[in-house]
């Protein structure tokens, strides 16, 4: 399964972005995950395949919502109310199984998409 993100862009704080990752094949459990410069990667959202689950660290809860479209193999992150700290790589990554708290929030998927840079200026 190949992965590929892209909606990031410049946005000023407070303001809104739509992070899409398109899948070249079922998947089920997905993620996001984003990488700020000289951090270590860090967990975003997670999303079961029928969209039931969610999960978001308090970070970003509240604010940025998963979605799927599973007939077109698509993930989403809308990201509302974006701060500076908010800027980062994000990532989207899948997996072919079911994901507990342990592997969805430490990454344990086995594809990983490109990365798109979202920059939020003050």
């Known amino acids: 399964v190949q992965l590929q993100a892209s909606g990031g862009g410049l946005v000023q704080a407070g303001g809104s972005l739509r992070l899409s990752c398109a899948a070249s094949?079922?998947?089920?459990?997905m993620g996001w995950f984003r990488q700020a410069p000289g951090k270590e990667r860090e967990f975003v959202a997670y999303?079961?395949?029928?969209?039931?689950?969610?999960y978001y660290p308090d970070s970003v809860k509240g604010r940025f919502f998963a979605s799927r479209d599973n007939a077109q193999n698509t993930l989403y992150l809308q990201m509302n109310r974006l701060k500076p700290e908010d800027t980062a790589v994000y990532y989207c990554?899948?997996?072919?199984?079911?994901?507990?708290?342990?592997?969805?929030?430490?990454?344990?998927?086995?594809?990983w998409g490109q990365g798109t840079l979202v920059t939020v200026s003050s």
């Open positions: 999303i079961s395949r029928n969209g039931g689950d969610t």
């Open positions: 094949g079922r998947t089920y459990s």
């Open positions: 990554a899948a997996s072919l199984r079911n994901l507990g708290y342990y592997d969805y929030y430490y990454g344990r998927y086995d594809y």
